[in-house]
């Protein structure tokens, strides 16, 4: 079965010191993958994605993730933490078989919390 | 200027009741969505629409009808409501047509009590 897992339910850093938000993905084939962030009484907001080319994909607010296609995972991440970072942020698969539905796989979800 | 709009926010309810939720895009997108997000903050997709059309349809019980009356519009309707039925429900809309890889943009939720 095509699944998302997103390792940790909660991720605790430091203002300032670096953070990674992980998943890892199974599918076959060559998916599209996504990162979403969720605050509180929001909808997800899109982040970053990777669909080709470079390993290293950069976003939206100071987020950047690598793909890894041998260790089928896509990892969030970002050199320095703001406490304005603090949500529930989602990794997504789009398998590349479901590429002409939209049709996303997302994970469990992880809660980062940056502490002052 | 809301990109993707449901209303309403809130919607408490008693069980065997029907309510309908609804949904507006202003993005031009041709694609919409419904998600059920559960108390435990796992999404599911729920349907999706292309130009009106039907292109997701999960197992989800047919209490639940969806109705896109036009392309930039997604309402949801849920029939005998049940106490399993409360969860957040979040409207979607992306650039289909072959470009299912376009992000999704989601609205704000509407937070369904069923009592």
């Known amino acids: 079965a095509q699944s998302v897992a997103q390792p940790e339910d909660q991720v605790n850093v430091a203002e300032g010191n670096p953070l990674t938000v992980k998943c890892t993905y199974s599918v076959s084939g060559n998916p599209y993958l996504f990162w979403y962030v969720q605050y509180p009484n929001r909808g997800l907001q899109f982040l970053l994605k990777?669909?080709?080319?470079?390993?290293l994909v950069k976003g939206s607010y100071g987020f950047e993730a690598e793909f890894n296609k041998s260790q089928t995972s896509f990892h969030l991440k970002k050199p320095s933490a703001l406490v304005s970072d603090s949500a529930l942020y989602f990794c997504?698969?789009?398998?590349?078989?479901?590429?002409?539905?939209?049709?996303?796989?997302f994970g469990q979800g992880t809660t980062l919390q940056v502490k002052p | 200027d809301t990109a993707v709009s449901q209303t309403p926010k809130y919607l408490v309810t008693q069980m065997g009741n029907d309510k309908s939720i609804k949904c507006e895009q202003n993005?031009?997108?041709?694609?919409m969505y419904w998600y059920k997000q559960d108390s435990k903050k796992f999404l599911k997709i729920m349907f999706s629409?292309?130009?009106?059309?039907?292109?997701i349809n999960e197992t989800v019980p047919n209490r639940f009808s969806p109705k896109s009356p036009d392309k930039a519009h997604l309402n949801l309707h849920i029939n005998s409501l049940e106490l399993g039925d409360s969860a957040v429900y979040f409207c979607?809309?992306?650039?289909?047509?072959?470009?299912?890889?376009?992000?999704?943009?989601f609205g704000n939720g509407t937070r369904l009590t069923v009592t």
């Open positions: 993005l031009g997108h041709d694609t």
């Open positions: 629409y292309n130009n009106k059309e039907l292109i």
């Open positions: 979607a809309s992306s650039q289909g047509g072959g470009r299912y890889n376009s992000p999704l943009h």
């Open positions: 990777y669909i080709t080319g470079d390993n």
């Open positions: 997504a698969v789009l398998p590349n078989l479901s590429s002409n539905t939209g049709k996303l796989i």
